[in-house]
């Protein structure tokens, strides 16, 4: 009887099961069996708001760093530029999934908030120009320096041009998602035809381009690259008169729902989703003030949009080009430079990693202590180890050119034993993760796309080393993704372990991940979507029954967003038997803070600052006094209902009492910032705090100006 016979006899198949349609994931019903939750409905009517808005007063923070005099010139044109970035990336992201009511409410704070970006932004040219920094008009050019940008049109930006017609006589051009167009109109002065033309603006060019003719050597005099092309449509159409020229942007949504109940891979479908998400509709359309009416109209005509969709907007049409001219190096205008320091026990590269972690727990804290020599090395070193035996990680989002994937190449071709659970679906990362599967399946690594259903989240690396007769394991468990790019611009803690509780969790997890287990257990480690909701809504109780026994009672969370509305119903509930809650949120959080009757014992702050807060760090009280003697828990899931029960998370507690020390050192810091924070209100908006002109320490300096302080010393020590 052939292998394949006798498989299909006893009901075994090695194509892929087509599985039950999973439900999209719903908020959960309150949980009538657990008393200490508040009130759904009433949660819902007094202490609750809108995360979209939320998420919009959010970025509002952030254009509030453009606009906030203490920030250096160039970091004030960066925050414009993320500002726009951010923007973008809801658009995308949300707007499609909202009803009429509150896209008229999103449309009424963005026009708001484009105001004030497009006025910052006319603040700031002059005193760019102060400093040496021209952002210059067409009309503001000398002769010489008309001649010189007609020199660069023609050699360096003409060649890159693709005028296309949008008349019957052409088919409609198509147009992607975020690309910024020329809208011409033309007239042939020997037929009186009117010809409108689009002319796409490549983003393979610099947005800006330096012009040095009758420029001091030391100054920098920048054009902006649609309006060299602007003034050079009498070289792109010869013979032909121009009429009105109107700069337009578009939008896509770039929600695409997989259907993984198809019988193709997960690969395959993936693969099909990102073509198809060139075609997506249009959610927004940008166009300069004085768009031409007809433009304007076709252009909505054919992108079947609603004037609710479209947006008329000052000043630049797309801010994030200013990324270009906030890297200037004028480190004056910058904030000062910050180098991550190693860790202080892990001073160089030619410690053994392995020895300092069996010496104790080593919690890092990123972008202070370097992400390179720590976690980067904690694989590169195991890869060419030769006493590893297995390496294992999950990949979420970590860029290109990653040395992650690379010492895993290298740990493959050297016959080591590697897994990789890559997570296909993390959005607008999609292709770059099928790139990385495929190299690593081509050196025979095991690639898997974790479990169907959910996206695999989670921030783990497992190191397996064979010491003396016996397997010893090392784990990695953070709270950000392994990318070494936005290690240096994002917030992050991680534990470095080989403490086998944990280790045995992370093998186990692992083993969840790559094969097939339907109730993994998990002594130590909050996993979700198996454990982590109700592990954390435990500890909540738990922290209400200590402080009805006159014990210590405290709950610090700091995290990314907060929505999760059984989360909310057990934070009010504490709040209402007197427990302090501070809520450490950088973005959204639906749950008010402030609300008498409801969360009167709750504090909600957000820090903004120049690096972007990320780390997920957890305290308990636990009845101890001393808050270094509570318990602390770091991972990847925020408070959201998408991270506690659709995606798969890890989060694990710290017992190492340096590494609480730190993990105490970075919540109180924050809670004392008077710098960076703001503070939410009981009407649910934020309110920025000031130092007293006699602060000092945190309260003075800010979390991050602090935390680099507090890094120096401890490596100086």
């Not at 330096?210 to 420029?215: M, N, Q, V, Y």
């Not at 803690?493 to 991940?513: A, E, K, R």
């Not at 002594?523 to 809504?537: G, Y």
């Amino acid at each position: 009887m052939s292998a394949h016979t006798q498989a299909t006899q006893t009901g075994i198949s090695l194509t892929r099961v087509k599985p039950k349609r999973r439900k999209k994931a719903q908020a959960p019903p309150a949980a009538a069996t657990d008393s200490f939750l508040a009130s759904r409905e009433g949660l819902l009517a007094h202490a609750w708001r809108d995360r979209d808005l939320g998420w919009l007063d959010f970025n509002a923070r952030v254009l509030h760093e453009a606009l906030d005099e203490r920030t250096p010139l160039l970091e004030r044109l960066k925050f414009l530029a993320i500002f726009t970035s951010n923007l973008d990336e809801f658009y995308m992201k949300r707007v499609g999934l909202l009803s009429l009511k509150r896209l008229a409410e999103v449309r009424e704070k963005v026009l708001d908030q484009l105001e004030r970006q497009a006025r910052c932004y006319r603040d700031l040219t002059p005193r760019l120009a102060e400093h040496g920094i021209f952002l210059v008009e067409w009309e503001q050019l000398t002769d010489a320096q008309r001649e010189e940008a007609g020199e660069l049109f023609d050699h360096n930006v003409s060649p890159a041009l693709t005028p296309l017609g949008m008349d019957p006589a052409h088919p409609f051009p198509f147009m992607s998602n975020l690309s910024i167009n020329w809208g011409f109109i033309l007239r042939n002065p020997e037929t009186d035809e009117f010809v409108p033309v689009r002319v796409k603006i490549p983003t393979v060019l610099p947005s800006w381009v330096r012009l040095k003719a009758d420029t001091d050597p030391e100054h920098y005099r920048f054009l902006r690259l649609v309006d060299l092309i602007r003034h050079s449509t009498d070289k792109l159409f010869p013979g032909m008169e121009l009429i009105n020229a109107t700069l337009f942007r578009i939008l896509r949504n770039a929600e695409v729902e997989l259907d993984e109940d198809d019988d193709d891979s997960l690969r395959e479908v993936v693969a099909e989703a990102l073509q198809q998400r060139r075609f997506e509709p249009v959610v927004r359309l940008d166009l300069a003030s004085d768009a031409h009416p007809a433009l304007r109209q076709g252009l909505m005509d054919r992108f079947d949009l609603e004037n609710h969709e479209v947006y008329e907007v000052e000043g630049l049409l797309d801010y994030t080009s200013l990324f270009q001219i906030a890297g200037l190096d004028r480190p004056e205008l910058r904030d000062p430079p910050w180098n991550p320091l190693p860790p202080p026990r892990l001073p160089n590269e030619e410690v053994d990693i392995f020895a300092v972690i069996r010496a104790g727990d080593l919690l890092l804290h990123h972008p202070y202590e370097c992400f390179d020599t720590s976690v980067e090395d904690f694989i590169s070193d195991a890869a060419v180890d030769p006493q590893t035996v297995a390496i294992k990680m999950t990949v979420y989002r970590i860029g290109d050119d990653t040395p992650f994937v690379q010492s895993l190449i290298r740990a493959a071709e050297s016959g080591k034993q590697v897994a990789c659970v890559i997570e296909l679906k993390a959005r607008f990362d999609e292709e770059r993760n099928l790139g990385w599967a495929k190299k690593l399946e081509k050196v025979g690594a095991h690639v898997t796309y974790g479990v169907l259903g959910l996206k695999t989240h989670t921030k783990v690396a497992l190191v397996v080393r064979k010491e003396g007769e016996h397997l010893r394991s090392y784990a990695h468990i953070g709270t950000g993704n392994y990318h070494i790019k936005t290690s240096r611009l994002y917030t992050d803690v991680g534990l470095l372990t080989c403490d086998s509780t944990i280790t045995t969790d992370v093998v186990n997890l692992f083993h969840y991940l790559t094969g097939v287990a339907r109730t993994p257990h998990y002594r130590t480690l909050l996993i979700a979507p198996t454990n982590m909701r109700q592990r954390f809504l435990e500890r909540i109780e738990r922290e209400i029954e200590n402080h009805r026994a006159g014990q210590p009672a405290r709950i610090i969370a700091k995290m990314n967003q907060v929505e999760d509305l059984e989360m909310g119903q057990a934070l009010a509930a504490a709040s209402q038997a007197g427990v302090p809650v501070d809520l450490i949120v950088r973005g959204f959080c639906c749950l008010i803070a402030g609300v008498p009757g409801w969360t009167e014992n709750v504090r909600v702050r957000s820090i903004i600052g120049r690096f972007l807060e990320h780390s997920r760090i957890f305290h308990f009280a636990n009845g101890q006094e001393n808050p270094v003697d509570g318990e602390f828990i770091i991972g990847s899931a925020d408070w959201m209902h998408r991270n506690l029960s659709a995606r798969v998370e890890a989060a694990t507690p710290v017992a190492d009492r340096t590494a609480r020390e730190q993990l105490w050192d970075i919540l109180d810091i924050a809670l004392k910032d008077q710098r960076q924070s703001w503070l939410m209100q009981p009407d649910g908006s934020y309110r920025q705090n000031r130092p007293a002109q006699d602060a000092t320490g945190p309260a003075a300096e800010g979390t991050h100006a602090w935390l680099m302080d507090l890094t120096r010393q401890r490596v100086s020590l």
